[in-house]
């Protein structure tokens, strides 16, 4: 069953970029595993929890964000929310913008590790919205997965 499914996508694929067309997929994501489910691919020496990464360009339209600027938010905005540890570096990024031009910009990444609830969700939409209000930014890029952290 795998390989004839394979070989759909595949075809369907070809056939899409044979006529020049690009290949496009609607897909409803899967439900996340039942806690306990998730609880079990880690194992019973590590716990279930979320991986947050979330990408802050420094870059604004009047100069760019300082460290004291950063190290500020980071102390007012983020740790209140996550005080039990997080993690940044800093980072080169870019992007195509709407014109066709290739931008770059110094970055800061900061990761997160928590539990998936609907508290920690909102505390993450709250950092972002405090951060771009703050500093000017259209977006904030963040990306979350499960992970098993060991206890």
Same mark, same amino acid.
């Given at each position: 069953?795998?390989?004839?499914?394979?070989?759909?996508?595949?075809?369907?694929?070809?056939?899409?970029?044979?006529?020049?067309?690009?290949?496009?997929?609607?897909?409803?994501?899967?439900?996340?595993?039942?806690?306990?489910?998730?609880?079990?691919?880690?194992?019973?020496?590590?716990?279930?929890? =979320?991986?947050?990464?979330?990408?802050?360009?420094?870059?604004?339209?009047?100069?760019?964000?300082?460290?004291?600027?950063?190290?500020?938010? =980071?102390?007012?905005?983020?740790?209140?929310?996550?005080?039990?540890? =997080?993690?940044?570096?800093?980072? &080169?990024?870019?992007?195509?913008?709407?014109?066709?031009?290739?931008?770059?910009?110094?970055?800061?990444?900061?990761?997160?590790?928590?539990?998936?609830?609907?508290?920690?969700?909102?505390?993450?939409?709250?950092?972002?919205?405090?951060?771009? &209000?703050?500093?000017? &930014? &259209?977006?904030? =890029?963040?990306?979350?997965?499960?992970?098993?952290?060991?206890?």
């Amino acid at each position: 069953m795998r390989i004839v499914s394979m070989l759909a996508v595949s075809a369907a694929f070809s056939a899409g970029v044979m006529s020049g067309g690009a290949f496009q997929a609607t897909a409803t994501a899967p439900a996340p595993p039942a806690p306990s489910a998730q609880a079990d691919a880690c194992g019973q020496t590590t716990a279930a929890q =979320l991986r947050t990464t979330l990408y802050f360009g420094t870059a604004r339209p009047k100069g760019t964000v300082s460290e004291l600027e950063w190290q500020i938010f =980071l102390r007012d905005e983020v740790t209140t929310r996550f005080p039990d540890g =997080l993690t940044v570096w800093d980072a &080169q990024g870019q992007w195509r913008a709407a014109g066709g031009a290739v931008d770059q910009e110094r970055s800061k990444v900061l990761l997160l590790v928590h539990g998936d609830s609907a508290a920690a969700r909102a505390n993450i939409l709250a950092v972002i919205a405090k951060y771009r &209000q703050a500093f000017d &930014q &259209q977006s904030v =890029l963040w990306e979350t997965a499960r992970v098993c952290v060991a206890s």
